[in-house]
Nanobody, 121 residues
Framework: QVQLAESGGGLVQAGDSLRLSCAAS??????MGWFRQAPGKEREWVAT????????SYAESVKGRFTISRDNAKNTVNLQMNSLKPEDTAVYYC????????????????WGHGTQVTVSS
């Protein structure tokens, strides 16, 4: 059974840092990524990392502040979020795909249930 379980969300103040983790199980995943959805908005892609970890890609809105990483031995993918802003407030979702695709692709076939991140001003 495939499972992606996010953790690490919470309430922080603007300028603070937060680290999200996603524990994956049940399949061998190629690229993994993070998305977010703010209230009243569509889900937005945040970052992607290849299976090797050698390639990463970020949305312009988080570039330079967020860092995605993964540990294949532990089957985890992390999102280190620094210099958080109120506009980063959203439910953050872990995503994974079992097929090899472009680092630019935002198509994923497995999803977690999300973890809430709230940034107060």
């Amino acid at each position: 059974q495939v499972q992606l379980a996010e953790s690490g969300g919470g309430l922080v103040q603007a300028g603070d840092s937060l680290r999200l983790s996603c524990a994956a199980s049940g399949r061998t995943f190629q690229s993994m990524g993070w998305f977010r959805q703010a209230p009243g908005k569509e889900r937005e892609w945040v970052a992607t990392i290849t299976r090797s970890g050698m390639m990463t890609s970020y949305a312009e809105s988080v570039k330079g502040r967020f860092t995605i990483s993964r540990d294949n031995a532990k089957n985890t993918v992390n999102l280190q979020m620094n210099s958080l802003k109120p506009e980063d407030t959203a439910v953050y979702y872990c995503a994974a795909r079992t097929y090899i695709g472009s680092i630019q692709s935002t198509d994923f076939n497995f999803w977690g249930h999300g973890t809430q991140v709230t940034v107060s001003s």
